[in-house]
T-cell receptor, first 114, second 116 residues
Framework: DAGVTQSPTHLIKTRGQQVTLRCSPK?????VSWYQQALGQGPQFIFQ???????QRGNFPDRFSGHQFPNYSSELNVNALLLGDSALYLC?????????????FGEGSWLTVV | AQSVTQLGSHVSVSEGALVLLRCNYS??????LFWYVQYPNQGLQLLLK??????LVKGINGFEAEFKKSETSFHLTKPSAHMSDAAEYFC??????????????FGQGTILTVHP
């Protein structure tokens, strides 16, 4: 059973460009969340998708947007990249329904903005 | 609003010694609490979670944590450290139930170093 998979694993972008990161949740999971982890920091919640809609959002600007597809996979898009967007972007998945379900994380996508 | 404070950004122990990583939380509603471990250049792996059942929670790799509501703490312990325990550890809190579940608020992390 594959866990949470993310792509690409590493990428380098230039300031002002746009980037798309992808995530496939663990089998049976329908809720996907995205986190940003800057170097030396704990992960910070960006947003969460369920039933193809953004259900919760953290304190991130509108440059950060996402999408969830019918197969529950998800994309994170960041527009007008800033140097400060350089970070590890983590995708997490969990099943809806019973509270207390384990939240699983992927290996992350390392984004470097130059 | 929820928050997590991990006391000590770096903890160093000798192999075989007790590991104690401290976590205090703030939450306006009953919390779910988690400890995750992150090895270099990897994602997060769940060590254990508290979801309002037993207050003493046992996890993987010999780790355990005790939920103390009166102290708003959820400290992580392991009786005997192993070299393979060297990693960064994150404490996280989530609201119990409802649509807020799945939104984790993390602490800043504690880097554990294990000396031979």
């Amino acid at each position: 059973d594959a866990g949470v998979t993310q792509s690409p694993t590493h990428l380098i972008k230039t300031r002002g460009q746009q980037v798309t990161l992808r995530c496939s949740p663990k089998s049976g999971h329908d809720t996907v969340s995205w986190y940003q982890q800057a170097l030396g920091q704990g992960p910070q919640f960006i947003f969460q998708y369920y039933e193809e809609e953004e259900r919760q959002r953290g304190n991130f600007p509108d440059r950060f947007s996402g999408h969830q597809f019918p197969n529950y996979s998800s994309e994170l898009n960041v527009n007008a990249l800033l140097l400060g967007d350089s970070a590890l972007y983590l995708c997490a998945s969990s099943p809806q329904g019973t509270s207390g379900n384990t939240i699983y994380f992927g290996e992350g996508s390392w984004l470097t903005v130059v | 609003a929820q928050s997590v404070t991990q006391l000590g950004s770096h903890v160093s122990v000798s192999e075989g010694a007790l590991v104690l990583l401290r976590c205090n939380y703030s939450s306006s509603v009953p919390p779910y609490l988690f400890w995750y471990v992150q090895y270099p250049n990897q994602g997060l792996q769940l060590l254990l979670k508290y979801t309002s059942a037993a207050t003493l929670v046992k996890g993987i790799n010999g780790f355990e944590a005790e939920f103390k509501k009166s102290e708003t703490s959820f400290h992580l312990t392991k009786p005997s450290a192993h070299m393979s325990d060297a990693a960064e550890y994150f404490c996280a809190v989530s609201e119990a139930g409802g649509t807020s579940y799945g939104k984790l608020t993390f602490g800043q992390g504690t880097i554990l170093t294990v000396h031979p």
